[in-house]
C-alpha cells in the first residue's frame, strides 16, 4: 500500500507532490500529536493551531507539548520534517510569482480581458496616445503589442504587453483583440520608409479584419497612415478610420499661420488634461432636429461639434435628426455623464 503511494507520487509533478505532502502532514501530525497529549490539545482545532504555527516558524508559545513525548514528536518530526516540507513549499510559491512576473514583463501571457483598448507598434505616438488613453479612462486596460520590444514599457497595472508579430493572428488572439473596444494600428518608427511602413499597416489591419469576418465580431480599427495616396488600398479591408498625422500637422500649422491660436484650441481639444473634453452621445428621444439637439445641448453646459462626423451643423438646423445618429459634443465630464443619463431617460 505504501510503496504504491510513492510509487505515483513519484510520477506526479515535484511540486505538486511536495504541497500534497505538506498537507498530508500536517492533518496526520495534528491528529497524533492530539493523541499523545489529549489534555494540552483538548480537540483538532487547538492541535492544528500548534501544528501550523510550529511548521511556519511563528510560534506563538500560546499552547505547546509539555509530556516528553509530545516534546520528543515535535522536535523530531514537526521541527524537522515540517518546517523543511513548509520551507520547500514557500519557495515554489515565490518562484511561481517570480515566473509568472517575469513573463507578463516580457509579453509571454495571454490577455483575458474584454472592452479593452489595443495599440500595436510602439512608437513616440503610440507612446502618447496610451498616456493619453490612460489619463481618460481610470479603469480600462490597454494592451501593446510589439515584437521589438523586450519587456512592458510602462510601469502600470492597467498596461498589458504582448510580445510578438501583430500580423500574426495567434499574437493578436492573445491579447483577446476580438472583444476589444478598438484596436489602434500605428506606423512602426523602425521603418524608414512611409510606403513599407503603411505596408506594414495594411498587413496588419487585413489580418485583423479577415479574422473578424470570420468570426463575425466586428472590431473597431484605427489605423495611422504616413501617406494618404495609400488609403484607398486600406478602404478594401474594412478599416473603420484613418488618422494621417503628417498631413494633419502640416495643415494645422498652416492654418496657425493664418488664424493665430488655432493650434491651441485642436491641442486642447485633443486632450483630457483641460477640463473640457470629446465625447460621443446619441440623441434624446425630443431631439428631431439639429437646432433642437444643439440647444437643448447648450443649455446643460455641452457644446455640440458634429453629427456623424459632419461639422455643418448650423447649415441643417432644420433637417431631421435620425435617432441613430452619433454626435460629437465638447464639456466637461460630469456634464458628460449628466447628459448621459438624460439621453437614457
Known amino acids: 500500500m505504501i510503496l504504491r503511494i510513492i510509487q505515483k507520487a513519484m510520477k506526479m509533478d515535484v511540486k505538486i507532490t511536495i504541497f500534497i505532502g505538506l498537507l498530508a502532514f500536517i492533518i496526520i501530525s495534528t491528529r497524533i500529536i492530539q493523541m499523545i497529549e489529549p489534555e494540552t490539545f483538548p480537540n483538532y482545532f487547538e492541535a492544528l493551531w500548534w501544528v501550523m504555527t510550529t511548521v511556519t516558524t511563528v510560534g506563538y508559545g500560546d499552547v505547546s507539548p509539555v509530556t516528553w513525548g509530545g516534546k520528543l514528536f515535535a522536535m523530531a518530526i514537526v521541527y524537522i520534517i515540517g518546517i523543511g516540507l513548509m520551507g520547500v513549499a514557500v519557495g515554489y510559491i515565490v518562484d511561481v510569482y517570480v515566473e509568472f512576473k517575469k513573463k507578463k514583463e516580457s509579453g509571454k501571457l495571454t490577455f483575458k480581458g474584454n472592452n479593452h483598448h489595443v495599440i500595436i507598434n510602439y512608437s513616440r505616438r503610440s507612446k502618447e496616445t496610451l498616456k493619453e488613453l490612460l489619463a481618460m479612462h481610470n479603469e480600462k486596460d490597454i494592451v501593446l503589442i510589439d515584437e521589438g520590444l523586450e519587456k512592458n514599457p510602462f510601469d502600470n497595472d492597467r498596461v498589458h504587453f504582448i510580445s510578438g508579430d501583430p500580423a500574426d493572428i495567434q499574437t493578436l488572439s492573445r491579447a483577446n483583440f476580438l472583444d476589444a473596444e478598438s484596436v489602434m494600428i500605428f506606423a512602426s518608427d523602425t521603418v524608414n520608409h512611409s510606403s513599407l511602413a503603411d505596408g506594414q499597416t ?5 489580418a485583423i479584419e479577415d479574422y473578424a469576418k470570420k468570426s463575425q465580431k466586428p472590431v473597431y480599427t484605427i489605423a495611422e497612415i504616413n501617406d494618404e495616396i495609400h488609403i484607398s488600398s486600406f478602404l478594401h479591408c474594412g478599416i473603420d478610420e484613418f ?5 494633419t500637422s502640416a495643415r494645422l500649422i498652416a492654418k496657425s499661420g493664418s488664424y ?16 473640457e473634453d470629446i465625447f460621443t452621445i446619441t440623441p434624446h428621444r425630443n431631439w428631431h432636429t439639429y437646432q ?7 443649455e446643460k453646459g455641452a457644446t455640440l461639434l458634429s ?23 465638447v464639456c466637461q465630464e460630469n456634464t458628460y455623464r449628466k447628459i448621459q443619463e438624460y439621453v437614457a431617460k
Do not use: C, M
Not at 495594411?202 to 487585413?206: G, K
Not at 484650441?265 to 483630457?272: E, K, T
Not at 433642437?292 to 447648450?298: E, G, Q, R, T
Open 307 to 329: 453629427v456623424d462626423n459632419k461639422l455643418n451643423v448650423s447649415a441643417k438646423s432644420d433637417e431631421a435628426l435620425s435617432p441613430k445618429s452619433k454626435l460629437l459634443i
Open 292 to 298: 433642437d439637439a444643439f440647444n437643448d445641448l447648450y
Open 243 to 247: 488618422v494621417t498625422p503628417n498631413h
Open 202 to 206: 495594411l498587413l496588419i489591419a487585413t
Open 260 to 275: 493665430k491660436g488655432v493650434s491651441e484650441v485642436f491641442r486642447q481639444l485633443a486632450s483630457s488634461n483641460y477640463g
